[in-house]
């Protein structure tokens, strides 16, 4: 039973695009009542619950095309979910695109009145809240020109000072913020402030961390049409980065393994394992980590000298190891060497591997690209480990005296 | 959660009112937007159109109708029938662009799709009205103004019902159908010669008058034209296209209502 201060509240919505190859097709399937298909259809979103509270911030993270937009137009009316229900107390001012029913060949002034009586306010109404609207977007008076004369800095302003000066009683906002420049989002917030402390509840979408993290009290990560539940912030921020990069691919197509020497003594394999996962094919960061060769000599070679250089696909060396113990060593035959680590502390993202094998100053084996994985920083570890960006995570603290 | 219910519907209709009033502004100010004479045109225009009227059917083709009294200017009665046909033909014709052409309306704000095609009609009422002061200036300068004009407005209501009804009908199908718009103003050309805007009624053959009657068209623009000869108006006829335009409406409506959910994802 939903409580009295749930504003909207979401149950297992499922939202299906038909999607017809022809425009005729729509009209066949309207005459076929059902009996044949003509579409195919496309799931955005998937049997997503939530609910929001009155004067909450709520934030929707996720890539293009996992479905936020499509769940902001179901919040908003504008949109039936095909199954599923969602109920929304009070009156929503959306910002799904900017300047939205604005129409060109009218002026500023024209154009936030008519915005107005969209949202139900009359002339009288209109009159009351136009002086702040116009100090808001601060356009001098290009506001009495036609708004196919703005520029697009211009354009946004008016379009956020009317939408947020209308007293929705909830207001959604689609990537409205990412355009516009600094000082601007900064009085965007302001206000966005301002209406929170007055009881008005948002729902913001964004793939921009610092603004849900700025603004939005709870989030949830979307990701291809299925949601998480809402949680605080800064865990479904880090639940979002371990998305990214679970999804990132190798570099490995630009630049190809290359090997060089006289391969008197060679590399016959180079294997990562360590603690992998077993869906996503990652090691952890926390994880220990383990790197490991095959070396075949042809006949005995002695004074050899083995290096494991591990990279980042930048191209950053992240760590080197030469093993100083084989001077004395002769090689023959099949061997077998490796290097392990209790915790590789690598942050996200792929890496690889070079092997290389010299013997007085002679390079047997060189093998860049020997190797290559991913590292996944998992949300529950990133949550107690520092590392914002850079590639070194560890557990560390801050100390201020 | 969109009402079934044509009434209800109707009623929510009157919640946005003055949106509508603000839409049909914005339409009709945008049409003489930067011309020259500005909105003197919506003056201007009827004006010329009467005096092509007189020129042609007043010194070209010259003609007298059975009904016609003395002294009145044929192309009058021309006029007053054809002012009530615009009213049809502009709501009708723009119909299957007035959702299509809006796709931002539907998708990315919160809006009442619904009183779009309400719009040209509201124009076309805008621009017919003035046309109505025209044939008044003229009736009265000819000194055949009858009280009966005054019934004018509430003569027309069955072309605004019908009008209306089909420019519901049509939104919604020019939203999947984008030919609509290509289609239906030939359709209203064809129904500007099959409704006896240039000819009596009592000029169609006998047998085919029951199929005349059942156009609301013609039964409005006989009933007008009595009330601008000062004859008896033809209540019987003008009753029945009265409902078949009410029942248009309804149907109109609950036709768009039932396929509105759709138009995003065809936009």
């Known amino acids: 039973m939903p409580s009295d201060d749930i504003v909207i509240a979401a149950r297992n919505l499922t939202k299906t695009y038909r999607l017809f190859g022809h425009p005729g097709d729509r009209i066949k399937q309207f005459f076929s009542l059902g009996l044949r298909r003509y579409h195919r259809e496309f799931t955005a979103l998937q049997d997503v619950s939530l609910d929001i509270r009155k004067g909450e911030t709520i934030g929707i993270i996720g890539h293009n095309g996992s479905g936020k937009s499509t769940l902001l137009q179901l919040i908003c009316g504008i949109l039936k979910p095909t199954s599923g229900s969602i109920a929304v107390r009070g009156r929503v001012s959306a910002l799904l695109e900017l300047g939205a029913g604005f129409n060109p060949d009218f002026t500023g002034r024209e154009n936030a009145y008519f915005q107005g009586a969209i949202m139900g306010l009359d002339e009288a109404e209109m009159d009351g809240r136009f002086q702040a609207i116009a100090a808001f977007a601060d356009i001098g008076d290009f506001i009495d020109q036609p708004v196919r004369t703005y520029s697009s800095g211009m354009f946004l302003r008016l379009a956020f000072a009317v939408a947020s000066h209308v007293s929705p009683d909830i207001m959604v906002v689609d990537e409205a913020l990412a355009v516009g420049d600094a000082a601007f989002q900064q009085r965007c917030f302001d206000r966005i402030r301002a209406m929170q402390s007055h009881g008005m509840t948002m729902v913001v979408v964004s793939h921009n961390p610092y603004q849900i993290e700025q603004l939005c009290d709870r989030a949830a990560v979307l990701n291809r049409g299925r949601m998480t539940s809402l949680q605080p912030a800064k865990d479904a921020l880090s639940l979002y980065q371990e998305l990214v990069h679970r999804e990132l691919a190798p570099s490995t197509a630009s630049v190809p393994p290359q090997r060089e020497g006289t391969h008197a003594l060679y590399f016959e394999n180079v294997t990562i394992d360590g603690d992998q996962d077993p869906v996503d094919g990652a090691f952890r960061t926390t994880g220990p980590l383990r790197i490991a060769a095959d070396v075949v000599a042809a006949q005995a070679i002695s004074n050899v000298r083995f290096r494991f250089e591990l990279c980042s696909s930048g191209g950053l060396v992240a760590m080197m190891s030469t093993i100083g113990l084989t001077e004395g060593m002769k090689f023959h035959g099949r061997h077998r060497i490796s290097f392990s680590m209790p915790a590789c502390q690598l942050t996200s993202g792929w890496y690889h591997i070079n092997a290389i094998a010299v013997a007085r100053n002679v390079r047997l084996d060189a093998w860049q690209r020997a190797a290559e994985f991913s590292i996944l920083l998992k949300a529950e570890a990133a949550l107690n480990l520092t590392g914002d960006s850079g590639i070194y995570v560890c557990q560390g603290s801050w100390n201020i005296s | ?267």
Not at chain 2, 39 to 59: D, E, K, N, Q, T
Not at chain 2, 179 to 201: E, G, K, N, R, T
Not at chain 2, 215 to 231: D, K, S
């Open chain 2, 1 to 267: 959660m969109s009402a079934a219910n044509p009434a209800i519907s109707i009623i929510r209709l009157f919640d946005h009112r003055y949106l509508l009033g603000q839409l049909i502004k914005r339409d009709v100010l945008l049409r003489y937007r930067g011309a020259l004479f500005g909105v003197a045109w919506i003056f201007l225009s009827p004006l010329l159109m009467l005096a092509i009227f007189a020129f042609v059917f007043g010194h070209i083709f010259q003609s007298r109708w059975p009904e016609q009294p003395d002294g009145m200017p044929f192309w009058l009665m021309l006029y007053s029938g054809l002012i009530v046909f615009n009213l049809f033909a502009e709501t009708v014709s723009r119909a299957p662009s007035t959702v299509r052409s809006q796709p931002s309306y539907v998708k990315k704000i919160i809006f009442p799709v619904e009183i779009l095609p309400l719009v040209p009609l509201g124009a076309a009422m805008v621009h017919g009205a003035f046309n109505l002061l025209i044939l008044v200036i003229a009736l009265a300068w000819f000194d055949h103004l009858f009280t009966g004009i005054l019934l004018f407005p509430l003569l027309v209501i069955p072309v605004l019902l019908l009008g209306l009804g089909l420019a519901w009908f049509l939104a919604a199908w020019g939203v999947f159908i984008k030919d609509m718009s290509q289609i239906v103003p030939l359709f209203v050309q064809m129904l500007l010669f099959l409704s006896p805007v240039f000819y009596p009624a009592s000029a169609v053959p006998v047998f085919l008058q029951p199929l005349y009657a059942l156009n609301p068209l013609g039964a409005t623009i006989e009933a007008v034209r009595a009330a601008v000869l000062g004859t008896s108006i033809p209540w019987n006829d003008w009753a029945t296209a009265f409902i078949v335009g009410l029942a248009t409406t309804l149907l109109g409506l609950a036709f768009f209502n039932h396929v509105r959910d759709e138009f995003a994802d065809a936009l």
